[in-house]
């Protein structure tokens, strides 16, 4: 559209910040000033009066809502009773299919059903 002279024109602009990124960015910092500057080009044909007007600059403060804890490492002693413990529920529970015949594997020819059906062909018409 067209402008008057002596019009005056605002221009809005948005920006995002991620607080994941300012968080992996600056993980040791409560607050972040960010300063932002923006300008505009007018084409060479429109006649600027005050072009020092077309830029402007502006200070966001951004506070982190998520702090980053540093992983720790764990000691080997723990690792070893986890490894431990592993073991000792992997063989309870070995025996314990062991005892219930998990591991028993029926031989050919000792099925009952299989003794019957013999029978029945077995048996003349």
Do not use: Q
């Amino acid at each position: 559209g067209e402008f008057n002279k002596d019009e005056t024109i605002s221009l809005k602009l948005t920006a995002r910040l991620w607080n994941s990124t300012l968080v992996e960015d600056y993980p040791n910092y409560e607050k972040v000033l960010i300063k932002s500057h923006g300008k505009l080009y007018l084409s060479e044909d429109i006649h600027d009066d005050r072009p020092k007007d077309n830029e402007n600059s502006v200070a966001t403060i951004a506070y982190s809502r998520i702090t980053i804890k540093l992983e720790k490492k764990l000691p080997i002693w723990i690792y070893l009773i986890s490894v431990l413990i592993g073991l000792v529920l992997l063989i309870i529970s070995t025996i314990g299919f062991y005892m219930l015949g998990f591991f028993e594997r029926k031989k050919f020819g000792d099925d009952k059903y299989l003794e019957e059906n013999d029978k029945v062909k077995n048996t003349p018409y």
